[in-house]
């Protein structure tokens, strides 16, 4: 396998267990090996960047965060952000005022939400964290919105993005929500705007992931590498399947490529 200099890994069901809520001894360990080797490692989430907390105090070179319109250096330093539209924002309080329906809002360091149903806890659940703190709507889009989690199906998503919130698109990783950011963005380009800034060509990346919103990296990096735990439609556009995240998944698949040379 090609040697690399940069490895992405998303958050939720690759570095940080859906069972435990924590980030397994086993990748802690690989991913030093990694830095101390040289090669740099950044975070791909969907998370904000104030939700990244889950991953302590692991050093990372850079983070992807909101599905790609939110990157930042290891140090917080800013290199691109892309908020909603304000328009796509106004059009949706409109609609939630006659069709309501749960929506969390994130902007730049906190996140809030119209109001909570089951639907909404299962999914603080899954990830372990407790709901967002409740905020009228007109209140949460006076400040930048980078991204918000519309707990609807997939119907019901793709009908907002048609008629309410046409400068955006949707990708989703759990069934009970799914992310909205502005068109045009994701992992995958929030990977390109990261290598830009770092001097790193694309043909010497991977990238870990397992849910939906995971495809467009694993795709456009050079080696794409799917958990175990991950859906099948994440499995089939990986060049590697590796075990979960509970099995040693991260370790077991950097050995695996040769590109962990240790005793782990």
Avoid at 24 to 46: C, H, M, N, Q, Y
Avoid at 61 to 78: K, L
Avoid at 112 to 138: E, H, S
Wanted: with cysteine.
């Amino acid at each position: 396998m090609k040697p690399v200099k940069a490895i992405f890994f998303d958050i939720d069901g690759t570095l940080v267990s859906f069972k435990t809520h924590r980030v397994p001894d086993s990748t802690i360990e690989a991913l030093a090996g990694l830095r101390a080797a040289g090669i740099k490692v950044f975070v791909a989430t969907g998370r904000m960047m104030s939700m990244t907390d889950v991953l302590g105090e692991i050093p990372f070179d850079g983070y992807i965060a909101c599905n790609g319109v939110c990157c930042v250096d290891g140090n917080g330093g800013e290199i691109y952000a892309a908020p909603i539209p304000r328009s796509d924002l106004e059009a949706l309080a409109l609609h939630l005022e006659k069709e309501p329906f749960p929506v969390a809002f994130m902007s730049e360091k906190d996140m809030t939400i119209n109001y909570v149903n089951d639907r909404v806890r299962k999914a603080t659940t899954l990830i372990g964290i407790q709901p967002p703190t409740t905020q009228d709507v007109r209140d949460a889009i006076r400040r930048p919105v980078f991204q918000i989690c519309i707990y609807v199906d997939d119907a019901g998503a793709q009908a907002l993005m048609n008629r309410v919130m046409t400068h955006c698109a949707y990708s989703r990783w759990t069934p009970y929500f799914a992310d909205v950011n502005v068109s045009g963005h994701s992992k995958q380009t929030g990977i390109d705007r990261m290598l830009a800034h770092c001097g790193i060509r694309l043909d010497e990346t991977a990238a870990f992931g397992d849910g939906g919103n995971d495809i467009p990296m694993l795709r456009h990096v050079a080696t794409g590498v799917a958990m175990g735990n991950a859906s099948d439609e994440v499995k089939k556009v990986a060049d590697y399947v590796t075990a979960s995240v509970d099995d040693d998944g991260i370790r077991r698949a950097l050995t695996h490529l040769g590109w962990l040379h240790s005793r782990l």
